[in-house]
Structure formats: structure tokens, C-alpha cells
């Protein structure tokens, strides 16, 4: 009896380990996983000096803008939206669909980017704040512009995905790649969540 017959297709046209995780997928946990202990260290040393900050330093409720930040969020989270439709669309094989989903989350991502350059902007230029004229400006653009790095990389790879889409080459057997990516940028989201979490609000928690 063949796979179909015994509903077991496999939709994601790529061979699994022995957990029955594909191998893509798992290799996309493996990097997530190593990613979000770099975060880690990166968040716990942005903590221990704002917990303990060396004397001098400017309290960080008189430079951060809790309302740029909080609409920089939320069409971050918008776009994790977008892309759980774009898996979907693919693994039901509707292009179209996909292609719309990509669109949309490709412009939220560029929308928090900009967000997040007219911020350090800001920073440098009105509140002189830069990564080296104190501990909390070194923690905040080591921090928040790795993660800004992690959200480029996904537009590009999203833009990339999008193109692709339009050769002809990508359809619901493909859905793994887009799944993958999908992985990737649910993960970004996260992190931000906790960075938003760390070092925006925790000066009213």
C-alpha cells in the first residue's frame, strides 16, 4: 500500500530523523536553540547593569519612548500573524495566498525597522546616548540592534522566498522551506517580546 493510501503523505517533501522530525526543521531548532542562549547572555548583562547601575547613569525612563516602542510591538506581532497565515496558505497549496501573507510581513518587518532606526537616532542625536558613552547604551545597541540584525536577515530571506515563489519551482511540497522560515521569524517575535518586556517596561513593573 502506498503512502498516500495509508495517510501518510508526506507534504513536506524532505526525509525525517528518527524522532519523525524533518531534518530541516530539526536543524532550524538546533540554530533557535544555540540563538536563544546568545540572547540570553546578551539580555542577563543588559539586566545586571540596569539592576545595579554603575553611578552616572542616566535612568533609562527619561531616554526610552514607551510609545514608539509599544507600535514598533505591536506590528511585530502583526507580522507573526501574517507569516503563521503565509505556512498555512503553502501547505494547502495556495500560492496566491502565500505570496499576500510574505508581502505583509515583509512591510511589518521593514515598518519595526524603521521604528528602530528613527529610535537610535533619536538616541544619539537628542538624548546622546551611544554604545559608548555609558554601560546602558552599550547593553541597550549591543542588544536591541542584534536583534534589528535578526529581523533584517528575515526580510531578506523573506523577500527572498517571495521572488522564489514566482518561478515556478515552489509549491505544497515546498511548504517545509517556508514552515522553516516561518520558525525563524516566530522566533525573532519572542525575543523581542522579552527584550520589550526587559528593558522597556521594566522601569514600571
Known amino acids: 500500500m502506498s503512502s498516500v493510501a495509508s495517510g501518510a503523505i508526506d507534504h513536506h517533501h524532505d526525509s525525517t530523523t528518527s524522532t519523525g522530525i524533518s531534518n530541516k526543521k530539526l ?12 540572547f540570553g547572555c546578551l539580555i542577563s548583562t ?15 525612563s527619561s531616554i526610552f519612548s514607551i510609545e514608539l516602542t509599544s507600535f514598533s510591538t505591536f506590528i511585530l506581532l502583526m507580522s507573526s ?83 522564489y515563489s514566482y518561478t515556478g519551482r515552489l509549491s505544497e511540497k515546498d511548504a517545509i522551506d517556508v514552515e522553516s522560515m516561518g520558525l525563524y521569524w516566530h522566533f525573532v517575535d519572542i525575543v523581542w517580546i522579552v527584550i520589550f518586556t526587559v528593558v522597556y517596561l521594566l522601569e514600571y513593573i
Open 46 to 60: 543588559h539586566l545586571i547593569y540596569r539592576l545595579h547601575p554603575p553611578v552616572g547613569t542616566p535612568p533609562a
Open 81 to 163: 500573524l501574517m507569516m503563521a497565515l503565509a505556512v498555512n496558505a503553502i501547505q494547502k497549496g495556495n500560492l496566491k495566498s502565500m505570496r499576500a501573507s510574505l508581502v505583509l510581513t515583509i512591510i511589518c518587518g521593514l515598518i519595526f525597522l524603521g521604528c528602530q532606526v528613527f529610535e537610535f537616532s533619536e538616541f544619539v542625536h537628542v538624548k546622546h546616548l551611544t554604545i559608548s558613552n555609558s554601560i546602558l547604551g552599550t547593553t541597550f545597541f549591543t542588544l536591541t540592534g542584534t536583534h534589528g540584525i535578526h529581523v533584517l536577515i528575515g526580510v531578506i530571506w523573506l523577500t527572498t522566498m517571495l521572488i
Open 27 to 38: 536543524l532550524m531548532w538546533i540554530f533557535l536553540a544555540s540563538d536563544c542562549m546568545f
